[in-house]
């Protein structure tokens, strides 16, 4: 049940789509948000979603965090994709040590991106540690002013003990052009690349404690968002923008049978064909079944947090699969969509092909992948040991 002030904001974040929109072509061959779209995210404050209160965050509820992405993704999935990964690892920021807490958001409203793939080496030293490495697939990064890198967590013998997140300013990292892509162009999902940075162990989070539910925040602790589970949080806010794609796709599809026949037979309009009828209910269905998935996730979320419960071990690799299975009906609802819509969908101009691209690009991403996650929540179904991933 999302609250007035809920509801508000998405009301708010709706009256953006006709920019997002206008502005999205721009944004796909500038492979990189513009200036107009952060600028609107930042004056509702879309950055600090996730974030809790006590530093200025909304500490939106799941459900609304998914409504949110999905709006902004009927303008531009590739703004809502930015939003949803700026909005997340800030979240993961407010989970740190009190002290690395206050140093990150000191600023007010620092924009975090973050990449939690482990493509780097680290030395434990006196107070920390020093990384390096290169970190690739980090969305939004020429919009964020801290980044939280994977990164091994080892002894000083240099034995790896476990994995964990190091925070580091921006301005300490290089950013590589690595980003030419299919689909999500827009998002500038280029590659991190640092040398010998000190990182202190304020501003280390362990991955490992995090899937436990126990952080180190002692002052800076209490808020239902520091509450929710760990990855099953962060992997369903990235169905919001697939969700909003595909909806927005459907409703320029639906509103094009009424104006377009069927080449090379009787129908002059889409709308008198009985297959297009089926096609059109089948789509529908598989993007109103994504969302209640997506839903039933966000509430348990939620639900566990406000009871202070932590997520069962079946209940957390559940909605990894359901995540997969989310980004599965998408996809096969949206090449429905431009089946139906013919050749003239797959016109540059036409924004179906973007959002067909976009959401085929997009639920590739490991969190939203359906073979990985399906094998992942069979795998616990059947009570086998040792799981394929760690990051439950």
């Not at 920021?93 to 990150?104: M, R, T």
């Not at 052009?177 to 501003?203: A, C, K, Q």
Request: proline share 4%; net charge neutral; with cysteine.
């Amino acid at each position: 049940m999302q609250s007035e002030t809920d509801e508000r904001l998405i009301a708010q974040v709706r009256e953006l789509i006709p920019l997002l929109a206008a502005n999205a072509s721009k944004v796909e061959s500038d492979r990189r948000i513009s200036e107009d779209n952060v600028e609107a995210l930042d004056r509702l404050g879309l950055f600090k979603l996730m974030v809790p209160k006590r530093w200025g965050g909304y500490e939106a509820s799941p459900a609304t965090v998914l409504r949110v992405g999905a709006e902004l993704a009927k303008g531009c999935a590739a703004t809502a994709w930015v939003q949803v990964i700026i909005e997340g690892s800030s979240w993961m920021a407010s989970l740190l040590p009190d002290a690395g807490q206050e140093e990150i958001f000191a600023s007010g409203a620092p924009r975090v991106c973050g990449v939690i793939t482990p493509t780097a080496t680290s030395r434990n030293v006196a107070g920390g540690y020093l990384v390096s490495g290169r970190w690739s697939f980090a969305s939004g990064c020429q919009y964020a002013s801290w980044a939280a890198l994977a990164i091994p967590l080892v002894d000083r013998a240099g034995n790896v003990t476990g994995m964990g997140l190091a925070f580091v300013p921006t301005a300490q990292l290089t950013i590589e052009d690595t980003w030419f892509m299919s689909g999500m162009s827009g998002t500038g999902s280029n590659t991190l690349v640092g040398n010998e940075i000190f990182v202190p162990e304020e501003r280390l989070l362990s991955l490992e404690a995090c899937l436990a539910g126990e952080f180190p925040g002692k002052k800076y602790s209490g808020a239902l968002s520091d509450r929710w589970a760990f990855v099953p949080a962060l992997a369903l806010s990235l169905a919001g923008p697939m969700l909003g794609a595909a909806e927005a796709a459907l409703k320029l599809a639906t509103d094009g049978t009424h104006k377009r026949g069927i080449t090379y037979t009787h129908y002059a309009r889409q709308i008198d064909s009985q297959v297009v009828h089926r096609d059109i209910a089948e789509a529908t269905l598989k993007i109103q079944g994504a969302w209640l998935y997506a839903e039933r996730a966000a509430n348990e979320i939620a639900r566990l947090a406000r009871a202070g419960l932590p997520m069962d071990y079946i209940s957390r690799a559940r909605i990894r699969g359901e995540c997969g299975f989310i980004g599965k009906l998408l996809r096969e609802a949206v090449d429905q969509i431009v089946s139906i819509s013919g050749a003239p969908s797959f016109a540059q101009t036409s924004a179906i092909q973007r959002h067909w691209r976009d959401i085929n690009v997009a639920t590739r991403h490991p969190h939203l992948s359906a073979a990985t996650n399906l094998e992942l929540y069979g795998h616990a179904l059947l009570g086998l040991p040792d799981n394929i991933d760690r990051g439950v």
